[in-house]
């Protein structure tokens, strides 16, 4: 929404306004869910190619985060992320500010593959761009094309991997004129092996160590666009605490790798990990063993999480089943290990709550404090 011009409405939260979902933005997780299941058993079939190359895949990697393959004294991981709709919010607030917040939006874009690269227990070690625009035009903004190549390179720094090289194509007719779709792919070593983290050893008495996000990341984007049509003044909107609605989205993805690769030199290694993105808290079920996952401590809110869910009407289940609710990441460790892994996420910079444990039962997870629960029904990944 680029019109900051007040309406009558002083909340989004008003009668005349009904709730507002993920799925009333146009994002229906239903019918995209089905494709990648089709999509993944197809690829399972073309596994075996790699022994014509001497090398095996690990099965239990499909349908994880990041696909993860044999080479002999190590394994390799990759994934490629499209970091979606958060360019739009930032471009409106472009024009609303006259402020670029396209290193912001590097981050954001790296992070999406990382922080997938990482579930599985990789190091990454290279990541690729792809920048495609809506016309060469785009890439004539000096200030936007210098700050993405700069928020890219610290992000690089950040997590300590190298910037391979990429791809800028000028996609006219595809990509809308005066837009851009970022994605980024990155490519990880595991090792040594016991690195390895597809939950094989996953099992009742884990704990579950949660990892705060700097607000919504890069997941619920569509909604929060949604929102913005509704508040009286757009992105310009307080939401409660000085900052801009528009501001506050554009806080940039939190990096978890430099917590992870912390971890392994302390010789822990988690027994599984999800990142907290699209589907909210649901993606804390992602493997397929039958589990129950118990969370007995909700960490804070984000600030501009709280202002969604309040506005946007969402109840409990819709909002943690939704967006990451001020937890981006999730590790399963042996309990024994939990307050340590939070100590050095906090020394980090990142808070983190031992929330939960891993018990036998039905495969579910239990958010005590809140009274909600999803079954394996609300999350159809594989």
């Not at 079939?45 to 790699?50: D, F, S």
Request: charge should be negative.
């Amino acid at each position: 929404m680029t019109d900051a011009t007040p309406n009558n409405a002083s909340s989004a939260s008003n009668a005349s306004n009904a709730p507002l979902t993920y799925d009333q933005a146009g994002v229906n997780y239903d019918l995209i869910d089905p494709l990648k299941v089709a999509a993944q058993r197809a690829a399972a079939q073309t596994g075996a190619h790699l022994a014509s190359h001497g090398f095996s895949e690990v099965l239990a990697s499909r349908g994880e985060s990041a696909y993860v393959v044999d080479v002999g004294p190590m394994y390799l991981a990759s994934i490629v992320e499209c970091l979606g709709t958060k360019t739009l919010v930032a471009d409106d607030m472009a024009k609303l500010t006259g402020k670029s917040y396209y290193d912001g939006i590097a981050q954001d874009t790296i992070a999406m593959a990382v922080n997938d690269l990482i579930t599985v227990g990789a190091t990454p070690l290279v990541v690729q761009a792809y920048w495609a625009a809506g016309g060469s035009d785009w890439f004539g903004d000096k200030v936007r094309a210098n700050a993405l190549v700069a928020g890219w390179k610290k992000a690089c720094e950040v997590c300590n991997v190298a910037w391979g090289g990429g791809e800028t194509p000028a996609l006219a007719g595809i990509v809308a004129d005066g837009r851009v779709d970022l994605a980024a792919s990155c490519t990880g070593i595991i090792s040594p092996k016991t690195r390895l983290s597809v939950g094989d050893d996953l099992q009742a008495g884990d704990a579950i160590v949660l990892l705060a996000s700097s607000g919504i990341h890069a997941n619920g984007l569509s909604l929060a666009r949604k929102l913005a049509e509704r508040l009286p003044q757009g992105y310009l909107t307080d939401i409660g605490n000085g900052q801009s609605y528009g501001e506050a989205l554009l806080a940039p993805t939190t990096l978890y790798s430099p917590v992870t690769e912390a971890l392994a030199q302390e010789g822990i290694h988690p027994h599984y990990c999800a990142n907290v993105t699209g589907h909210g808290w649901r993606k804390l079920l992602r493997h397929p063993k039958q589990l129950t996952y118990r969370i007995t401590q909700v960490p804070p809110k984000t600030p501009v999480l709280a202002f969604m869910q309040k506005e946007c009407g969402l109840d409990d289940h819709e909002a943690y089943g939704t967006l990451n609710m001020g937890a981006g990441f999730a590790l399963y460790v042996a309990a024994e290990q939990a307050e340590r892994v939070v100590a050095v996420s906090k020394a980090l910079g990142i808070d983190a709550w031992v929330a939960g444990r891993v018990e036998d039962g039905p495969k579910q997870v239990l958010i005590e404090p809140l009274n909600v629960a999803y079954g394996a029904e609300e999350l159809q990944l594989r």
